[in-house]
Nanobody, 117 residues
Framework: QVQLVASGGGLVQAGGSLRLSCSAS????????MAWFRKAPGKERDLVGT????????YYANSVKGRFTISRGNAQDTVYLQMNNLKPEDTAVYFC??????????WGQGTQVTVSS
């Protein structure tokens, strides 16, 4: 059974930092993209950024570019989202997604990030 577990959320003051983790288990993955999404109350779910398992290339939404960094951990199938200079508008539930194109598509359960002003 595949599991995608996101963790690391919490409450932080504006200007602070948090690091989210997303770990996948249950099978061997290859050739996938790990993505972070977020959903704020009353808003659509938005893409935050992605990282490719093949070459480590990344993509960031304009709203987080320069503040957030996605990286791969030493453990296989673990991805981090380092969030610096957090703003109240970053408050949302953050989800990770592991997508292997047409082969598989898994979502984590979400972790709450709250940024106080």
């Amino acid at each position: 059974q595949v599991q995608l577990v996101a963790s690391g959320g919490g409450l932080v003051q504006a200007g602070g930092s948090l690091r989210l983790s997303c770990s996948a288990s249950g099978r061997t993955f290859s050739g996938y993209t790990m993505a972070w999404f977020r959903k704020a109350p009353g808003k659509e779910r938005d893409l935050v950024g992605t990282i490719s398992s093949s070459d480590g290339s990344t993509y960031y939404a304009n709203s987080v570019k320069g503040r957030f960094t996605i990286s791969r951990g030493n453990a296989q199938d673990t991805v981090y989202l380092q969030m610096n200079n957090l703003k109240p508008e970053d408050t949302a539930v953050y989800f990770c997604r592991l997508n292997g194109g047409a082969r598989y598509d898994y979502w984590g359960q979400g972790t709450q990030v709250t940024v106080s002003s």
